[in-house]
């Protein structure tokens, strides 16, 4: 049985990694029919992102395959240097550097970028799923000390809730927000003191080494920063942006 939930697991992170890659190439492509400028060109930059997306999960896949990120021990470690922080540092510069970026941030809907994150439901029922088949410590999961599943729930109403109807409650959207943003870090910082390394604090098993596999090794180098690029996309339209709402 527990071999049979691994592999669903695995198809869930896949199955999840396509949607999300669906979803900024479809975002991409209304923003710019709102913008009315050179389809052309617009069609090439969605092609580049999208190739973009496609190459980084295949390198950081292929590196997973060969065994790159089982080695726990190493110093920094290999998962955050090479797998978290490139995406992460993506998101940081496109919210609050790249112009062109918030050009086109400007007209995507407010409520997508809130309304997405109810994929964090589907991510932590994985991760549940993960603890019954027992290679996903209880301290990863809802039931332990993972309470990311709140903001994938809330994120369903949340978007209506404050840009629904030609409503605009600002001062709400940043305070959820920012409790999304506190609840990855919260969830990266249980998972990374789960691992078997220097950092491990967590000594039950099994231990977070199943984030170093093959597509799991998407979670943090896609999956987790895509979850804060939406925050922080989210976050530049209601403080900065002089947004379409």
Not at 212 to 229: D, G, T
Request: proline share 5%; net charge positive.
């Amino acid at each position: 049985m527990s071999s049979i939930i691994y592999i669903f697991c695995q198809i869930i992170v896949c199955v999840l990694t396509i949607v999300l890659v669906a979803f900024t190439t479809y975002g991409l492509r209304i923003a710019f029919l709102s913008m009315k400028e050179d389809m052309q060109k617009q069609n090439q930059i969605i092609k580049w992102v999208f190739r973009g997306m496609v190459c980084w999960l295949a390198i950081v896949g292929g590196l997973s395959l060969m065994g790159f990120y089982h080695n726990f021990e190493a110093l920094p470690p290999r998962i955050m240097l090479f797998g978290l922080f490139p995406p992460l540092l993506l998101s940081i510069y496109l919210a609050l550097f790249s112009k062109t970026f918030s050009k086109i941030l400007q007209h995507i809907p407010p409520r997508w970028l809130i309304e997405v994150q109810s994929f964090r439901i589907v991510m932590e029922l994985m991760l549940w799923l993960g603890f019954m088949g027992y290679f996903i410590p209880f301290q990863m999961t809802f039931v332990g000390f993972n309470m990311d599943i709140i903001a994938g729930i809330t994120a369903i109403f949340a978007g209506y809730a404050f840009f629904g109807r030609g409503r605009v409650l600002k001062p709400e959207s940043i305070i959820w927000n920012i409790f999304g943003i506190f609840l990855l870090i919260n969830i990266l910082f249980i998972a990374t003191i789960s691992t078997p390394s220097i950092f491990q604090v967590f000594k039950n098993e099994p231990a977070n080494t199943f984030i170093a596999a093959f597509p799991f090794i998407w979670i943090p180098s896609f999956i987790v920063p895509f979850a804060l690029a939406m925050h922080l996309f989210s976050l530049k339209q209601v403080l900065v942006l002089d947004s379409k709402v």
